[in-house]
């Protein structure tokens, strides 16, 4: 059992971990509340994506695509697509979480997302005693929440505001652009990226806008035909690069 | 089934995600192959997502005003790799839209 102290330490030692995550999650948050207003769904819908599925890339895809019509099933299967990743996180913390409370496991695996699970991760693997590790995930977990569902009312209030003329439901594609292209580098992603594009456009008249599901699995198969020999190469100009 | 029920069964079906391996009996393991391919996921869902929703823009608009949406998306994709920030794609992007809409509807 560590002292209340002590758990509070590392906690608040969580939560300022989180902080340069914050920064860079906080306009991705402000886009969905946006598009949450924007489209053609109850506001507070497009919001509750953050609480349910607290995910932004699967909330952006539920959120447009439930504006542009799509089958309720063909939604469903691209947030799950796109949340798959989830599994290796929860693989990952399992190994730190055994034999914790079902509570703490409830909880954790509720708050479990990209910035949670490296800020989680990165102190497990320094810190022996893992109970002041589960109390570092839970502060920078929970400040991560917090803010989230914060800046995506934030969005989602002034979105509700701002009139038609402005296009602000271009403001997810340029900020997705944002996000690919300086990944661009990395052959696997460029890969993934161009066959994702190509196949999803492709399959437009797919029914039930299942083209987005489809182009996903496109890229990442395209991406993961490629990885093995990317790494080789990379590995290799490291090599040549200490030489 | 509604926006409403949607929301939650994503929400709910991602919580099972969440779940499944920290709620898994500690001999069951997640194959190598998969782990590769994690950091594929984001990248090839937001170029499927923009990419659709600047083809839907594109395919729904006349002859002048459909130039409009590949143009942004062209001046998005410029500023980053000029500037090398993220956001520089909406700063750029969202104010060419906005004049070129302009231009092209008066």
């Avoid at chain 1, 608040?12 to 769904?41: E, K, N, T």
């Amino acid at each position: 059992m560590i002292s209340y102290r002590a758990y509070r330490r590392d906690f608040v030692g969580g939560m300022r971990a989180m902080v340069p995550w914050l920064i860079g999650v906080a306009p991705f948050g402000l886009v969905i509340g946006v598009s949450a207003a924007q489209a053609d769904i109850p506001t507070l819908a497009g919001w509750l994506t953050g609480p349910t599925i607290f995910a932004g890339s699967a909330q952006i895809a539920t959120i447009q695509m439930l504006d542009a019509g799509a089958a309720p099933y063909a939604v469903i299967v691209t947030a799950m697509v796109i949340n798959l990743r989830l599994i290796l996180y929860s693989g990952a913390m399992a190994t730190y979480w055994r034999g914790t409370p079902l509570w703490w496991r409830l909880l954790g695996g509720y708050l479990l997302i990209d910035p949670s699970f490296v800020v989680g991760v990165e102190r497990y693997d320094r810190e022996s005693d893992r109970r002041r590790g589960h109390a570092h995930y839970l502060g920078g977990a929970v400040v991560l929440w917090v803010c989230w569902l914060a800046v995506m009312a934030v969005g989602a209030t002034a979105g509700a505001r701002l009139p038609n003329g402005l296009r602000l439901e271009f403001l997810i594609p340029l900020f997705l652009i944002g996000e690919i292209v300086p990944k661009l580098r990395q052959v696997a992603t460029r890969r993934a990226v161009l066959a994702a594009a190509a196949v999803a456009v492709a399959c437009l008249s797919v029914p039930m806008h299942l083209g987005i599901a489809i182009g996903i699995v496109a890229g990442i198969a395209a991406g993961a035909r490629t990885r093995p020999k990317a790494i080789k190469q990379e590995a290799v100009s490291t090599e040549e690069g200490h030489r | 089934m509604n926006a409403w029920t949607v929301v939650l069964a994503a929400g709910f079906g991602s919580y099972l995600f969440r779940m499944s391996m920290i709620g898994a009996p500690g001999w069951i393991h997640l194959p190598a192959r998969l782990d590769d391919s994690a950091a594929l996921v984001a990248p090839s869902a937001f170029a499927a997502l923009a990419a659709t929703s600047i083809a839907g823009s594109v395919l729904g608009a006349g002859v002048p005003q459909a130039f409009v949406p590949l143009a942004a998306a062209a001046v998005a994709v410029v500023a980053v790799i000029r500037t090398g920030s993220t956001y520089a794609a909406v700063l750029a992007g969202m104010p060419t839209l906005w004049i070129l809409t302009a231009l092209t509807t008066a």
